[in-house]
């Protein structure tokens, strides 16, 4: 897929045995055509909503959005900035949901403002921040972010703001990984296990080849927040 409107077209010679995609979009029109044609899909990551027929592993990433605002809740921090992805991609959309339902539990009125739309890049999510940062008198307490090339670039962006961590911005990164374990400050994290959800997803895929596994079947990979 290119990346733009333009659908591209497929043939099951050009698809394989299966085909394994990550990281959807809401509504993306080319896993319809690969449906058509027959060849055993598997998605990692929630397909969007004309695509709900579709086998799918993932993490509940409504529930890693609650669960990443309640931690930063149960601190004390009412105002907690939310940087995600790009808004079309459904990780985003259900992180987004859960951050707005802790925020509803714990009677913190939702604000727009402080949800900031960025690439999955560290440049986008520094840029993002820097903007916000510029434009506010009095920064959020709190940061939610995706993912850790994001995480580093909000880090960075806070950095050179002079807003230290987590002294005056407690950080909260949604997807554990080397480079966050490795950075020089220790980050609280989502561990999403990652090798268990591939494993799972390539089994996943192999079994609807096999025909061991023919019913939609969703699957939750269980995950957990290391607090540092």
């Known amino acids: ?12 010679s ?4 299966g085909v394994l995609v990550i990281n959807p979009r809401d509504n993306e029109d080319f896993l319809q055509d690969i449906e ?6 598997l998605v990692i990551g929630r397909p969007g909503t004309i695509n709900n027929d579709i086998c799918y592993v993932d993490v509940d990433n409504e529930a890693v959005g609650y669960q990443m605002t309640k931690h930063l809740l149960e601190l004390g921090h009412r ?3 939310f940087v995600h992805g790009p808004e079309d991609y459904t990780i985003s959309q259900d992180r987004l949901n859960g951050y707005k339902m802790a925020l509803e539990d714990f009677n913190v009125d939702f604000n727009p403002g402080l949800v900031l739309n960025c690439s999955f890049t560290a440049e986008g999510a520094y840029t993002a921040v820097s903007n916000y940062l510029n ?23 806070l950095a050179h703001k002079g807003i230290r961590v987590p002294e005056d911005c407690s950080v909260i990164c949604g997807g554990e990984s080397t480079l966050v374990k490795m ?3 220790p980050i609280t994290a989502i561990d999403l296990h990652h090798q268990q959800l591939g494993a799972y997803a390539a089994k996943m ?5 096999s025909k ?9 990979v269980p995950f957990e927040l290391n607090d540092r």
Do not use: F, Q, W
């Not at 895929?205 to 080849?209: G, P, S, V, W």
């Not at 061991?212 to 939750?220: A, D, E, F, G, N």
């Open 1 to 12: 897929e290119d990346g733009s409107s333009n659908r591209i077209k497929m043939s099951p």
């Open 14 to 17: 050009m698809l394989g045995e």
């Open 36 to 41: 058509v044609s027959g060849i055993p899909l």
């Open 79 to 81: 105002s907690i900035l």
């Open 135 to 157: 434009s506010t008198s009095r920064a959020a307490t709190g940061m939610i972010v995706n993912d850790d090339s994001t995480t580093i670039g909000s880090l960075n962006a």
């Open 183 to 185: 950075y020089p400050t």
């Open 205 to 209: 895929l192999l079994d609807l080849i």
């Open 212 to 220: 061991t596994l023919i019913r939609v079947t969703h699957y939750h």
